[in-house]
Nanobody, 119 residues
Framework: QVQLVESGGGSVQAGGSLRLSCAASGSIFSISAMGWYRQAPGKQRELVAAITSGGSTNYADAVKGRFAISRDNAKMTEYLQMNSLKPEDTAVYYC?????????????WGQGTQVTVSS
Protein backbone atom coordinates (compact mmCIF):
# COMPACT_ATOMS: atom_id res chain seq x y z
CA GLN A 1 0.00 0.00 0.00
CA VAL A 2 1.06 3.55 -0.75
CA GLN A 3 -0.32 6.62 0.98
CA LEU A 4 -0.21 10.01 -0.68
CA VAL A 5 -0.65 13.35 1.09
CA GLU A 6 -0.99 16.50 -0.96
CA SER A 7 -0.52 20.11 0.01
CA GLY A 8 -0.18 23.51 -1.60
CA GLY A 9 -3.50 24.20 -3.28
CA GLY A 10 -5.33 27.49 -2.93
CA SER A 11 -6.68 30.52 -4.72
CA VAL A 12 -4.69 32.79 -6.96
CA GLN A 13 -5.29 35.41 -9.61
CA ALA A 14 -4.61 34.73 -13.24
CA GLY A 15 -0.92 34.96 -14.00
CA GLY A 16 0.04 33.86 -10.52
CA SER A 17 1.87 30.77 -9.33
CA LEU A 18 1.27 27.86 -6.97
CA ARG A 19 3.35 24.87 -5.97
CA LEU A 20 1.76 21.56 -5.12
CA SER A 21 3.53 18.87 -3.10
CA CYS A 22 2.75 15.20 -2.67
CA ALA A 23 4.49 13.06 -0.08
CA ALA A 24 4.37 9.28 -0.46
CA SER A 25 4.70 6.77 2.35
CA GLY A 26 4.23 3.04 2.78
CA SER A 27 5.49 0.67 0.10
CA ILE A 28 7.36 3.40 -1.72
CA PHE A 29 9.91 0.95 -3.11
CA SER A 30 7.22 -0.23 -5.52
CA ILE A 31 6.57 3.19 -7.07
CA SER A 32 7.68 3.52 -10.67
CA ALA A 33 6.03 6.72 -11.84
CA MET A 34 4.25 9.61 -10.18
CA GLY A 35 2.00 12.22 -11.65
CA TRP A 36 -0.62 14.89 -11.24
CA TYR A 37 -4.14 14.75 -12.58
CA ARG A 38 -6.91 17.30 -12.37
CA GLN A 39 -10.66 17.27 -12.55
CA ALA A 40 -12.75 20.35 -13.22
CA PRO A 41 -16.50 20.44 -12.49
CA GLY A 42 -18.42 18.48 -15.08
CA LYS A 43 -15.28 17.17 -16.74
CA GLN A 44 -13.32 13.94 -16.65
CA ARG A 45 -10.12 13.59 -14.71
CA GLU A 46 -7.15 14.32 -16.98
CA LEU A 47 -3.41 13.89 -16.81
CA VAL A 48 -1.50 17.11 -16.14
CA ALA A 49 2.06 15.84 -15.82
CA ALA A 50 3.96 12.68 -14.98
CA ILE A 51 7.50 11.77 -14.03
CA THR A 52 9.24 8.41 -13.92
CA SER A 53 11.73 7.26 -11.31
CA GLY A 54 14.44 8.05 -13.84
CA GLY A 55 13.26 11.62 -14.25
CA SER A 56 11.54 11.43 -17.64
CA THR A 57 8.59 13.80 -17.81
CA ASN A 58 5.39 14.11 -19.77
CA TYR A 59 2.99 17.07 -19.88
CA ALA A 60 -0.48 17.77 -21.18
CA ASP A 61 -0.37 20.20 -24.07
CA ALA A 62 -2.45 22.71 -22.09
CA VAL A 63 0.26 23.14 -19.45
CA LYS A 64 3.49 22.77 -21.42
CA GLY A 65 5.82 25.67 -20.78
CA ARG A 66 3.86 26.78 -17.69
CA PHE A 67 3.98 23.81 -15.30
CA ALA A 68 6.99 21.83 -14.13
CA ILE A 69 6.91 18.47 -12.38
CA SER A 70 9.79 17.31 -10.23
CA ARG A 71 10.54 14.52 -7.83
CA ASP A 72 12.77 14.06 -4.81
CA ASN A 73 13.39 10.33 -4.63
CA ALA A 74 15.14 10.58 -1.26
CA LYS A 75 12.05 12.17 0.26
CA MET A 76 9.68 10.32 -2.09
CA THR A 77 7.94 13.59 -2.71
CA GLU A 78 6.80 15.05 -5.98
CA TYR A 79 6.09 18.65 -6.81
CA LEU A 80 4.13 20.56 -9.39
CA GLN A 81 5.24 24.12 -9.95
CA MET A 82 2.43 25.97 -11.71
CA ASN A 83 3.22 29.34 -13.27
CA SER A 84 1.20 31.71 -15.45
CA LEU A 85 -1.98 30.19 -14.13
CA LYS A 86 -5.18 30.64 -16.09
CA PRO A 87 -8.83 30.42 -15.00
CA GLU A 88 -9.13 27.21 -17.01
CA ASP A 89 -6.56 25.62 -14.68
CA THR A 90 -9.17 25.71 -11.93
CA ALA A 91 -9.77 22.14 -10.77
CA VAL A 92 -9.17 19.65 -8.03
CA TYR A 93 -5.62 18.35 -8.46
CA TYR A 94 -4.84 14.75 -7.53
CA CYS A 95 -1.48 13.19 -6.90
CA UNK A 96 -0.98 9.75 -8.43
CA UNK A 97 1.57 7.03 -7.82
CA UNK A 98 1.92 4.04 -10.12
CA UNK A 99 3.39 0.96 -8.49
CA UNK A 100 4.35 -2.45 -9.75
CA UNK A 101 4.47 -5.40 -7.34
CA UNK A 102 5.37 -8.83 -8.68
CA UNK A 103 4.21 -7.77 -12.13
CA UNK A 104 0.86 -6.40 -10.92
CA UNK A 105 0.18 -2.72 -11.55
CA UNK A 106 -1.49 -0.49 -8.98
CA UNK A 107 -2.56 3.14 -9.00
CA UNK A 108 -2.78 5.13 -5.79
CA TRP A 109 -4.41 8.54 -5.36
CA GLY A 110 -4.16 11.43 -2.99
CA GLN A 111 -7.20 13.11 -1.48
CA GLY A 112 -7.11 16.01 -3.92
CA THR A 113 -6.36 19.67 -3.44
CA GLN A 114 -8.40 22.54 -4.85
CA VAL A 115 -6.76 25.07 -7.15
CA THR A 116 -8.85 28.11 -8.04
CA VAL A 117 -7.65 30.73 -10.50
CA SER A 118 -9.66 33.93 -10.79
CA SER A 119 -9.59 36.29 -13.74
Amino acid sequence: QVQLVESGGGSVQAGGSLRLSCAASGSIFSISAMGWYRQAPGKQRELVAAITSGGSTNYADAVKGRFAISRDNAKMTEYLQMNSLKPEDTAVYYCNAHAVVVGVHYDYWGQGTQVTVSS
